[in-house]
């Protein structure tokens, strides 16, 4: 299912948040709690109603799920202070009180980039594969370079 709210669509099939075009980053837990909050916005949602849905029960600290508020609010350009997105009521929970369209996910397009071509499965080699990658010289001394060349070609040499 798809949601759309001011310029957000908030898609839970795909577990994406976009604004526009771009793809807004959200932590898993803060995710579920938007979108329970979304799905449930003809009513408040009490804390324990947020712990049972987001941390399945779980026992966690008010500062635990205020994180969580703030990181959603953040995530859809609200504030605890313009609550125009997400209001708190005091003593009583949350209510996601923005105005929402539901579509359906394969009817709605977010961005006007085209279709892309459906790229070929990647074949696989006969034998293992190993990938090594160059090493960083954490030491201060620049002269000590050529020891971590040293180690990844001693490495690739020991392969071959």
């Known amino acids: 299912m798809r949601y759309l709210f001011e310029d957000y669509a908030f898609d839970t099939d795909l577990r994406e948040l976009h604004r526009g075009a771009d793809v807004v980053f959200v932590a898993p837990q803060v995710f579920d709690l938007l979108e329970y909050l979304i799905r449930n916005r003809e009513r408040v949602a009490s804390k324990d109603d947020l712990i049972n849905a987001i941390w399945n029960g779980r ?22 202070q313009e609550q125009r997105l997400i209001k708190t009521l005091p003593r009583k929970g949350f209510r996601f009180v923005g105005t929402v369209r539901e579509a359906q996910t394969a009817s709605v397009a977010v961005t006007d980039i085209p279709a892309q071509q459906p790229k070929p499965a990647l074949t696989l080699p006969d034998k293992p594969s190993v990938a090594v990658l160059p090493f960083t010289n954490l030491s201060s001394d620049p002269e000590q370079d050529y020891f971590a060349d040293g180690v990844v070609e001693d490495i690739i040499s020991g392969f071959a």
Not at 59 to 80: K, Y
């Open 59 to 80: 026992i966690v600290s008010d500062a635990a799920l205020t994180t969580r508020l703030n990181a959603a609010r953040s995530a859809i350009g609200d504030s605890g």
